[in-house]
């Protein structure tokens, strides 16, 4: 019978701690990290994020920074909102995200939650963050003004077009 050892110094080289605001200190597998491929906008320091579920069985999403452990966003992904929501993705950014195939990419929106009033919850529509989920490669677009809502109000009006 062989024994095989096994090396923990490349599993600890394999995870990062990282102190947050919101969930404390966490540990993070490097295969999880979101890496921006160019940050948000008014962010320019935070380049590298973790996507954490906001509660089980909660279509909510944090989009936390590991540079910056105060920033995280609340998101959601954008087909479990009640629209026809289908965003033109450039192909300049679909090559920048190393998108093959539609499978590839997952939109994302960030939402706005106003303390204490859920119900005026609003979805930024004008600017989806578009993610490669198997590179872990992400961007925040921005699209036309003119046809997309910057505060699409989730419980409210289900119309997307201006």
């Known amino acids: 019978m062989t024994v095989t050892s096994v ?4 599993i600890q080289a394999e995870k990062n701690k990282v102190q947050t605001s919101r969930f404390g200190e966490i540990e993070v597998d ?15 320091d935070s380049s590298r994020f973790l996507l954490l579920p906001s509660k089980p069985d909660s ?7 590991m540079d910056d452990p ?13 629209l026809d929501y289908t965003p033109p993705i450039p192909a300049s950014v679909q090559e920048e995200l190393k998108i ?12 706005t939650i106003p303390q204490g009033k859920p119900r005026e919850m609003t979805a930024n529509l004008l600017g989806p963050v578009i993610l490669n989920s198997s590179k872990r490669l992400a961007k925040q677009i ?3 003004p003119n046809k997309y809502d910057l ?5 409210g009006e289900k ?3 201006k």
């Open 142 to 144: 921005v699209l036309d």
């Open 70 to 82: 105060e920033l995280a966003f609340v998101i959601i992904h954008a087909a479990l909102l009640d």
């Open 30 to 44: 490097r295969d999880r990290i979101i890496s921006m491929t160019s940050p948000f906008p008014g962010f320019p």
């Open 7 to 10: 090396n923990t110094d490349n």
């Open 159 to 161: 119309q997307v077009a």
């Open 59 to 65: 279509p909510f999403l944090w989009l936390q920074s």
């Open 100 to 111: 093959q195939s539609e499978q590839d990419q997952e939109i994302l929106t960030i939402l």
């Open 151 to 155: 505060c699409w109000p989730v419980f």
